[in-house]
């Protein structure tokens, strides 16, 4: 009888762990095509998931968790043309470059 409930808490502290071994960091740096400038407040999400995203900081540089195996992100950024890039399971780090859209900033209004 102990036995059982020993084995009962020692599978609900393990199962937990073993989730969230399943979840992958990713991590690069988003920039200018043409000019490496970084591109700083880019939206980084993880497609087809719930999970939260994140934005790149003022050096461009961004880190997300991903699930385990093949994983496609979409960058945004205001005044670019938006990106989708699958990254491939054993793969950690992914530089993206965005090129202008002179369309989009059309639409931005300053009042």
Do not use: H
Not at 38 to 49: D, F, K, L, Y
Not at 84 to 111: H, K, N, P
């Amino acid at each position: 009888m102990v036995r059982r409930g020993l084995f009962g808490a020692l599978a609900v502290l393990l199962v937990p762990l073993s989730l969230a071994a399943q979840d992958r960091q990713i991590s690069g740096r988003v920039t200018q095509s043409g000019t490496d400038q970084p591109i700083e407040n880019a939206a980084v999400t993880v497609v087809g998931t719930t999970r939260a995203g994140t934005r790149t900081d003022a050096e461009g540089r961004y880190s997300v968790s991903v699930p385990a195996g093949a994983a496609r992100l979409s960058f945004r950024a205001l005044g670019y043309t938006p990106r989708e890039i699958v990254v491939e399971g054993t793969r950690s780090s992914v530089d993206v470059e965005m090129a202008r859209d002179a369309f989009r900033l059309a639409d931005v209004v300053v009042t």
